[in-house]
């Protein structure tokens, strides 16, 4: 069955958003890990650990769908 466009375009959608999340939520760990006398590996929490997964995610999966984009058939 194939998926309709407009599926493929909303899920596009999220993968863009929690890929924005993820990177986002690096650059911050990063610029605390720079910039911060007082930050540690234990200050992490889970929603950031859950925010960098959905990045990853999201770029794993927008690739994927960008590459079923180009080699399915196209449909008018």
């Known amino acids: 069955m194939h998926q309709s ?6 899920l596009l959608a999220i ?3 929690a890929t924005l ?3 986002f939520q690096i650059g911050k760990l990063i610029g ?3 910039y911060s006398n007082s930050f540690s590996v234990n ?4 929603w950031q650990v859950g925010l ?3 990045g990853i995610w999201g770029v794993f999966e927008f690739v ?3 590459k079923k984009l180009k080699t399915s058939p196209k449909y008018n």
């Open 5 to 10: 466009n407009f599926s493929t375009w909303v």
């Open 15 to 17: 993968c863009l958003i």
């Open 64 to 66: 994927r769908t960008m």
């Open 52 to 54: 960098i997964s959905s």
């Open 21 to 23: 999340a993820g990177i």
């Open 32 to 34: 605390l890990a720079i």
């Open 43 to 46: 200050s992490i929490e889970i």
